[in-house]
């Protein structure tokens, strides 16, 4: 991992002056986050590609404001791979890398929410 | 051209009487001509983004293009088209819909089933598609069956999305 994870500049702007709504919305994204990265294993193993390229892209949905680019075009190569069928040798690569980089997320989001007393 | 109620005549009055501050609003709608208020409703399964779209939509000012009135955009937000469908008596301006409804709610009906019960109840409802199906037949069946716009959910999404209203409301 090259990049700082959790990039909360966007997020909290949008949420300016509502610390209550900033605060839904991060323990969306941790719920989110600590659902969907061990569902993708499963169907990563249970080879049902299309059930992982749909977790895939919830995922970048769920990430895009809170995340930098590098993470959400790993799950966009994910889901394109997985919906392809294509290098699918270095899936389990890129899902290890998805798993690391959200426990990462995850912590410093609950870092976060501690921190500003949310 | 300013036009000033009578409240805030008396306001502008008292404080040249006090030399106070003078504390009236010039918002937006007297230097940009009309604000209109549009209910706009968004449909998607997704808590987080459903969230941060609703705050981003809130927050935005859009300056209808036909008419270069000022929107202030009311946002309703479901989490399933179903709740959707029990409110469409309140007759959004437009409704923004998700393809795929049932990645985190599984018994949920899709996109694209909503779509066709609104047009079956109000067949002038706009409804604009933002999804991340990019599968080319998908979004030609969608604008075939009367899809306002279809909106792929990529980066540039919101400011697609924005861009839409603008255009359509």
Same mark, same amino acid.
């Given at each position: 991992?090259?990049?700082?994870?959790?990039?909360?500049?966007?997020?909290?702007?949008?949420?300016?002056?509502?610390?209550?709504?900033?605060?839904?919305?991060?323990?969306?994204?941790?719920?989110?986050?600590?659902?969907s990265v061990?569902q993708m294993r499963?169907y990563y193993?249970?080879?049902?590609f299309d059930s992982l390229r749909h977790k895939a892209h919830y995922l970048k949905?769920?990430f #895009?404001?809170?995340?930098?680019?590098?993470f959400v075009i790993l799950l966009k190569k994910i889901h394109t791979d997985a919906e392809n069928k294509t290098n699918l040798?270095k899936l389990e690569r890129d899902l290890h890398q998805v798993e690391?980089d959200t426990?990462?997320?995850?912590?410093?989001?609950?870092?976060?929410?501690?921190?500003?007393?949310? | 051209?300013?036009?000033?109620?009578?409240?805030?005549?008396?306001?502008?009055?008292?404080?040249?009487?006090?030399?106070?501050?003078?504390?009236?609003?010039?918002?937006?709608?007297?230097?940009?001509?009309?604000?209109?208020?549009?209910?706009?409703?968004?449909?998607?399964?997704? /808590?987080?983004?459903?969230?941060?779209?609703?705050?981003?939509?809130?927050?935005?000012?859009?300056?209808?293009?036909?008419?270069?009135?000022?929107?202030?955009?009311?946002?309703?937000?479901?989490?399933?088209?179903?709740?959707?469908?029990?409110?469409?008596?309140?007759? /959004?301006?437009?409704?923004?819909?998700?393809?795929?409804?049932?990645?985190?709610?599984?018994?949920?009906?899709?996109?694209?089933?909503?779509?066709?019960?609104?047009?079956?109840?109000?067949?002038?409802?706009?409804?604009?598609?933002?999804?991340g199906?990019?599968? /080319?037949?998908?979004?030609?069946?969608?604008?075939?069956?009367?899809?306002?716009?279809?909106?792929?959910?990529? #980066?540039?999404?919101?400011?697609?999305?924005?861009?839409?209203?603008?255009?359509?409301?």
């Amino acid at each position: 991992m090259a990049y700082q994870v959790f990039q909360p500049a966007q997020i909290v702007a949008l949420f300016e002056g509502s610390p209550s709504g900033l605060k839904e919305v991060l323990d969306s994204i941790l719920d989110s986050s600590k659902n969907s990265v061990p569902q993708m294993r499963v169907y990563y193993e249970a080879q049902d590609f299309d059930s992982l390229r749909h977790k895939a892209h919830y995922l970048k949905s769920t990430f #895009n404001y809170v995340v930098p680019d590098e993470f959400v075009i790993l799950l966009k190569k994910i889901h394109t791979d997985a919906e392809n069928k294509t290098n699918l040798d270095k899936l389990e690569r890129d899902l290890h890398q998805v798993e690391t980089d959200t426990a990462t997320l995850i912590s410093e989001i609950e870092s976060f929410i501690k921190q500003k007393a949310l | 051209m300013f036009s000033f109620s009578k409240v805030d005549l008396y306001k502008y009055r008292k404080a040249k009487e006090t030399q106070d501050v003078i504390d009236l609003k010039f918002p937006s709608e007297i230097s940009k001509g009309k604000r209109l208020e549009k209910l706009v409703f968004v449909v998607d399964d997704n /808590p987080a983004y459903l969230k941060i779209l609703t705050q981003d939509l809130s927050k935005s000012e859009i300056i209808a293009k036909s008419s270069d009135t000022s929107l202030t955009l009311k946002i309703k937000p479901f989490a399933t088209g179903e709740e959707c469908l029990k409110h469409l008596n309140h007759n /959004p301006d437009v409704i923004i819909l998700d393809y795929v409804l049932n990645d985190y709610i599984t018994d949920a009906k899709d996109g694209f089933s909503i779509f066709k019960e609104i047009k079956e109840i109000n067949p002038n409802q706009q409804v604009v598609m933002l999804s991340g199906q990019q599968n /080319p037949d998908i979004i030609v069946e969608s604008l075939n069956a009367g899809i306002t716009d279809y909106i792929v959910k990529d #980066n540039d999404a919101v400011q697609h999305l924005k861009d839409t209203l603008a255009e359509k409301l």
